[in-house]
């Protein structure tokens, strides 16, 4: 009787050590409630505008500069924009194009599109037995830390059958930093590719942004680019040269170009009212 005891309490101790031994189905819930999962979003339809309500329209192009303090989050490391922007590329998902080509017209090749995720950089190598120092060239693998800028294309409407201002973001372009080859040294930036935002928004409303401010609100890259909630300055408006606020104007004449411009946007749809 003792031995079959023995034997059943030996069973029953290894079976709940195979039951505690098993995978759990379910990883353990990080947050204190249950939250609906960015992937059940999807984008806001735009409303319908008509040729013919169109009053006026003006096309202008953007910089966000993610060293800004509001931008910070463009740049969060869990995940960055740019992360976010090649993932998509590199899936297939949208179309990159042509740096040069903000009309949408030349896409990439897959050759193209893999020579601007990596990068050369020169090291110093310091050799212990000669105390001679060489440079050795290597390539880098893609960082989104690279990725310090956006640039934007927008068009600005006034539509007068909701009599509104409305803002279209049309493209957005990752900027990285353009490092030189031979030292090493940041020498300026470079537009990787161009991206069809409307293409993009149903992918951004899925990926979450780290808010600042309330970690209940839990924003998308949709919900920002169209509440707006980054900062950012003019390079371009339509003009009949074609050319942007650089080609005319440097230093502070430049900066206040940049305000000439965005302060003449708020002034025209101010000056649409009377009272």
């Not at 910070?72 to 080509?101: C, H, M, R, W």
């Not at 110093?124 to 960082?143: G, N, R």
């Not at 680019?225 to 390079?235: A, D, G, N, T, V």
Request: with cysteine; net charge negative; aromatic share 14%.
């Amino acid at each position: 009787m003792s031995f079959l005891r023995s034997t059943v309490l030996l069973a029953f101790v290894a079976g709940s050590f195979a039951a505690q031994a098993q995978p759990l189905a379910d990883p353990p819930r990080d947050r204190a409630y249950d939250a609906i999962t960015f992937e059940e979003r999807s984008a806001i339809p735009y409303d319908n505008l008509r040729e013919a309500d169109i009053f006026w329209e003006k096309r202008m192009w953007r910089v966000i500069d993610f060293k800004e303090k509001m931008n910070l989050p463009f740049a969060y490391p869990k995940l960055p924009l740019a992360q976010v922007l090649i993932d998509l590329v590199k899936s297939g998902e949208v179309t990159a194009y042509n740096p040069l080509d903000d009309e949408f017209e030349t896409p990439y090749t897959p050759e193209q599109i893999q020579s601007k995720l990596y990068r050369v950089d020169s090291v110093p190598i310091y050799d212990p037995d000669t105390y001679e120092e060489t440079i050795q060239v290597i390539e880098s693998e893609f960082d989104p830390v690279w990725v310090t800028k956006l640039w934007i294309k927008e068009d600005w409407i006034f539509d007068e059958e909701t009599s509104t201002m409305v803002c279209r973001i049309i493209g957005v372009a990752p900027v990285r930093e353009l490092v030189d080859e031979a030292s090493g040294i940041i020498i300026g930036d470079e537009v990787m590719f161009w991206l069809h935002y409307p293409s993009l928004r149903d992918y951004l409303a899925t990926k979450a942004v780290f808010n600042n401010f309330n970690d209940a609100v839990r924003l998308s890259w949709e919900d920002i680019f169209e509440m707006r909630l980054f900062s950012s300055y003019i390079i371009k408006e339509s003009n009949v040269y074609d050319r942007t606020i650089e080609n005319y104007a440097t230093g502070i004449d430049a900066v206040l170009e940049s305000e000439r411009m965005k302060e003449q946007l708020f002034e025209f749809e101010h000056e649409l009212w009377e009272f």
